[in-house]
């Protein structure tokens, strides 16, 4: 099993430019996630899905939207990147809810920066 | 407002020796406490999970405290090994929401140095 794959592994943009982040996993969970995480800082929910053609708002959601088309995959896109977005972005899964006492799955992240 | 502070930011030790990292939380309501280890440019790893009726959980080398009366955790590393420098994560669950809001402690850094 490859678990939780993210694509691309790096990227650079510029200012205005839009992308999409691929996350991929292979243990048929129910919820994705997506992450980011800044010097100095916690990680941050960007939003999350409990389930196929799912999605919600976390906390840092401003700039970003997710699909969630196919359980498997979980997409994240920049429709106006700013260098704000400069981070590196995790997408995690797990079988049921964290508050259920389940393991999250983390992907080895995207670095992505704005220039 | 909940917050996990973790101390300290960072620590250095001699492989073989112990160490012991920790996590305050002002969470409310609380519903678990996780411990990750995070290797630089690597995704965050589970190491623990813990409910409030738990004091204590070990994973190999790695062992966990909880003491839900004063909201505090820690995580003892026992003879430590040069694999062990990463970065250690305290993440507390209000279980809130379907998802139980997860907040993110800003990691302690070690390194063991030989």
């Known amino acids: 099993n490859a678990g939780v794959t993210q694509t691309p592994k790096f990227r650079v943009l510029k200012t205005g430019q839009s992308m999409t982040l691929l996350c991929a996993q292979d243990?048929?969970?129910?919820?994705m996630y997506w992450y980011r995480q800044d010097p100095g800082m916690g990680l941050r929910l960007i939003h999350y899905?409990?389930?196929?053609?799912?999605?919600a708002k976390g906390e840092v959601p401003d700039g970003y939207n997710v699909s969630r088309l196919k359980k498997q995959n979980f997409l994240l896109g920049l429709e106006s990147a700013a260098p704000s977005q400069t981070s590196v972005y995790f997408c995690?899964?797990?079988?049921?809810?964290?508050?259920?006492?389940?393991?999250?799955?983390f992907g080895p992240g995207t670095r992505l920066t704005v220039t | 407002k909940n917050q996990v502070e973790q101390s300290p930011q960072s620590l250095i030790i001699l492989e073989g020796k112990n160490c012991t990292l920790q996590?305050?939380?002002?969470?409310?309501?609380?519903?678990?406490l996780r411990w990750y280890k995070q290797d630089t440019g690597r995704g965050p790893v589970s190491l623990t999970i813990?409910?409030?009726?738990?004091n204590t959980k070990s994973n190999g080398r790695y062992t966990a405290t909880l003491d839900a009366d004063t909201k505090q955790s820690s995580l003892h590393i026992t003879a430590s090994q040069l694999s062990d420098s990463a970065s250690y994560i305290c993440?507390?669950?209000?279980?809130?929401?379907?998802?139980?809001?997860?907040?993110f402690g800003k990691g302690t850094k070690l390194s063991v140095k030989p």
């Open positions: 993440v507390v669950s209000d279980g809130g929401g379907s998802q139980g809001n997860l907040i």
């Open positions: 813990m409910t409030f009726s738990e």
């Open positions: 996590c305050n939380y002002t969470v409310s309501p609380f519903s678990n």
């Open positions: 995690a899964s797990s079988a049921r809810g964290v508050d259920e006492m389940y393991e999250q799955y």
């Open positions: 243990m048929n969970h129910e919820y």
């Open positions: 899905s409990v389930g196929e053609g799912t999605t």
